[in-house]
């Protein structure tokens, strides 16, 4: 399989490419942005994953550790306490718990039953008698 694009090859020998200093540094910052990783967007832009990993450190920035999403990170607390806030809510604005509903057809019949949420033990006992 030749992955090579066919303007990158003149005859059989390979052309390095050369790559403008805006485009590197477009995808160097691509890479600083959070839950990014470095092989998706050299993929994305059709470098090697290695060379961009290159450019990054070369171009001072620190490669992200894999346990990084793991770490706990300290933010700045303010001197205040934090205080809790009750909050009422309106039973009428309140909507209704949303019901279980099955529906079994079979031929040219269709049964609908609405069982209550509450209720969601005593409809997995029915349904499995039903599908006996």
């Known amino acids: 399989m030749n992955t090579i694009e066919a303007a990158a090859v003149k005859g059989d020998r390979r052309h390095r490419r050369r790559h403008s200093d805006e485009f590197k ?10 839950g990014v990783s470095i092989a998706s967007v050299a993929l994305a832009n059709g470098i090697n994953a290695n060379l961009l990993r290159r450019w990054v450190i070369e171009g001072g920035q620190r490669l992200p550790s894999p346990d990084c999403a793991d770490r706990a990170v300290d933010l700045p607390r303010e001197q205040g ?11 009428a604005q309140s909507s ?3 019901d279980i509903r099955i529906e079994l057809k079979r031929g040219a019949t269709t049964v609908v039953v609405h069982w209550p949420c509450g209720a969601a033990a005593a409809s997995a006992v029915w349904l499995r008698e039903i599908l006996r």
């Open 25 to 34: 540094a477009n995808l160097i910052a691509a890479c600083s942005r959070p």
């Open 81 to 91: 306490k934090a205080a809790f806030v009750p909050v009422q809510l309106d039973a």
């Open 96 to 98: 209704p718990a949303p």
